[in-house]
């Protein structure tokens, strides 16, 4: 079965600073990748995701993650930190139904970020 | 962008009566799913639902819960007899494909058994 850690439960960073958010996924093929956001009160929104192209994943609001089969990992991170990215944030692996090609994702525990002034 | 709306955003029930979460997915989407998130732990995936009939189900989606699409616009989760351990954030979720496609999320209802 697939599974994902993330190895923060809570990351402080100030404003403008860099964010790594960490996550480590433990798969027995070759596994899709998402990170998700979930702002107060929101639903859950794609970041980005992999799916076995390129390894150095682009996302939305300027967000990147890094595929690392070596090390197992798909760490999230943005250059500069900005107010509005406070949030939780969940690296999610993809996990294969057995009839119908349809998918399940199983979420990590999340990642709550706070961006401080 | 098309979005996955869920309603109503926050239900209160007493325990042991049934209750109807309602989703409407995006119009072309195919593939749809609920999730749940109780207070404090992982989101974890609770049922998929294709071509009318379940694809796939959890060990917690037992004979209590059920899922419907009675219309072809909405798609229903009904728990029979709520519990107090069924009080969590459930999310819809829908996608126009099955393998590897993201699936957009619905903001949620929050279910809370008294």
């Known amino acids: 079965a697939q599974s994902v850690t993330q190895l923060d439960s809570h990351v402080s960073v100030s404003e403008g600073t860099p964010v790594l958010l960490r996550c480590n996924y433990s798969s027995s093929y070759s596994p899709s990748l998402f990170w998700y956001v979930q702002h107060p009160n929101k639903g859950l929104q794609l970041l980005l995701k992999y799916t076995s192209a390129a390894t150095l994943v682009k996302g939305i609001n300027g967000f990147e993650a890094e595929f690392k089969k070596s090390e197992t990992s798909f760490h999230l991170t943005k250059p500069s930190a900005h107010m509005s990215d406070a949030a939780e944030y969940f690296c999610v692996v993809s996990d294969w139904s057995d009839r119908w090609g349809a998918q399940k994702l199983v979420f990590g525990q999340g990642t709550r970020l706070t961006i401080n002034p | 962008e098309p979005e996955v709306t869920q309603t109503p955003s926050h239900q209160v029930t007493q325990m042991g009566q049934e209750v109807i979460l309602r989703c409407v997915p995006i119009?072309?989407?195919?593939?749809f799913y609920w999730y749940r998130q109780i207070l404090g732990q992982k989101v974890e995936f609770l049922v998929s639902?294709?071509?009318?009939?379940?694809?796939?189900k959890s060990e917690i989606f037992d004979d209590q819960f059920s899922v419907e699409r009675p219309d072809g616009s909405n798609f229903t989760l009904k728990i029979r007899s709520t519990k107090l351990e069924d009080s969590a954030m459930y999310f819809c979720?829908?996608?126009?494909?099955?393998?590897?496609?993201?699936?957009?999320f619905g903001s949620g209802t929050q279910l809370s058994v008294l």
């Open positions: 639902f294709y071509n009318n009939e379940i694809s796939e």
């Open positions: 119009s072309n989407h195919l593939y």
């Open positions: 979720a829908s996608s126009d494909q099955g393998i590897d496609e993201k699936l957009l």
